[in-house]
């Protein structure tokens, strides 16, 4: 067996800040290919740096002319190919792909804050509110068109597994990137209940979500990764730690069976380079939870050194040369991400 498949050669001797033969592509992405980017937080560091390296990362919903980038994050744009936010779980990638193509209608969907109002299936992206159910309800079916249109234009859709525990409407199975209460809404358990996803419903969901997609979409190919990033809090009743590893691990195992098992399905290990204990902590934060700006270095490096490399916009205008694999994502400060999740600490008693 190569050296790849041995501990002491493969991890032993190798230095976490340089994988070596860690991944390899199942298939091609191109520069050139139309890229459809979805999932947790961290996803948002994989299509910024796709958009940085001149791939042709979908943006179905871009920002208003005039409106500042920073600005910009917070209202939804920019950070994934369409403006649904993060989607943590399967169930949410695969009820949004549903309603978008008229087959799910979800229940409960306008929530309110004082006199404002908010698309329950992405409170975040107005974090004002709006004025009416009327206008939530325009803005969404303008999102939704969107977003079908994103489907089936993609060559490629990238999605980050995030977490296993969303919040369920009860009669119908909706489910809602936060539970009711931390962006808006009330809490009712008697209408909404906490769902912690298992291993057999995380893997159905995704093969239905491929299908849908295929049928309208046939060329499609999907890439998955793991996000790394740990809970915020638990509403399972479990240490917060072991709730992590359950939810990471249920996802990692349904990432690498969907991997084994689809043709059109690769894996790429930006879990394994961030959260395996190799990396001994090193591209974290000091709250053991954030990613630092090295280890989103490290991932994006070990990415491009299967994938085909474009130069950066800002080099391409530039005289000098297009970098290599081995600097193509040097490590800047940290990034902000924008998470509703890491809200959930202001809970913290």
């Known amino acids: 067996m190569p050296s790849r498949s041995y501990w002491r050669l493969g991890v032993t001797e190798q230095h976490p800040t340089a994988p070596v033969d860690l991944y390899r592509k199942k298939f091609a992405i191109k520069p050139s290919d139309q890229i459809a980017t979805a999932g947790s937080c961290f996803a948002q560091h994989i299509a910024k740096h796709l958009r940085l390296h001149n791939y042709q990362v979908i943006d179905k919903e871009p920002k208003p002319l005039g ?43 306008v929530w309110t804050k004082k006199d404002r109002f908010f698309d329950a299936l992405r409170p975040s992206v107005e974090p004002n509110g709006l004025a009416s159910e009327r206008e939530v309800a325009l803005h969404r079916a303008s999102h939704l068109r ?26 119908s199975g909706t489910v809602y990137p936060t539970a009711p209460g ?40 999907f890439l998955l990764t793991v996000s790394p990033v740990p809970l915020t809090a638990t509403a399972g009743g479990e240490h ?20 084994q098992t689809c043709a059109d399905i690769d894996y790429f290990p930006s879990y394994e380079i961030i959260a395996s204990h190799p990396a001994r902590g090193f591209f974290y934060e000091g709250n053991l939870r954030s990613v630092a700006a090295a280890g989103v270095s490290v991932v994006m490096k070990t990415f491009f050194e299967q994938h085909a490399l474009a130069a950066p916009k800002a080099e391409a205008r530039s005289s000098k040369p297009a970098p290599s694999p081995a600097t193509a994502a040097p490590p800047k400060k940290h990034e902000e991400l924008v998470c509703e999740e890491a809200m959930l600490e202001a809970f913290a008693q």
């Open 67 to 109: 409106l500042a980038e920073a600005e910009a994050s917070k209202y939804g744009y920019g950070l994934y190919s369409a403006r649904y936010g993060n989607l943590y779980t399967t169930r949410q990638l695969l009820q949004l792909t549903l309603e978008a193509f008229g087959e799910f209608e979800p229940a409960n969907v």
């Open 146 to 171: 969107h977003v079908a249109d994103m489907l089936t234009s993609a060559d490629i859709i990238i999605f980050t597994l995030g977490l296993t525990e969303t919040w369920e409407h009860v009669a």
């Open 182 to 221: 931390v962006i808006a809404g009330r809490h009712d358990p008697e209408t909404v209940r906490f769902r912690n996803l298992t291993h057999s419903e995380c893997l159905s969901d995704f093969l239905k979500f491929r299908e849908a997609v295929k049928q309208r979409n046939p060329r499609v190919k």
């Open 240 to 259: 917060v730690l072991a709730a992590t590893l359950y939810s990471k691990s249920v996802l990692r195992g349904v990432a690498g069976e969907l991997a």
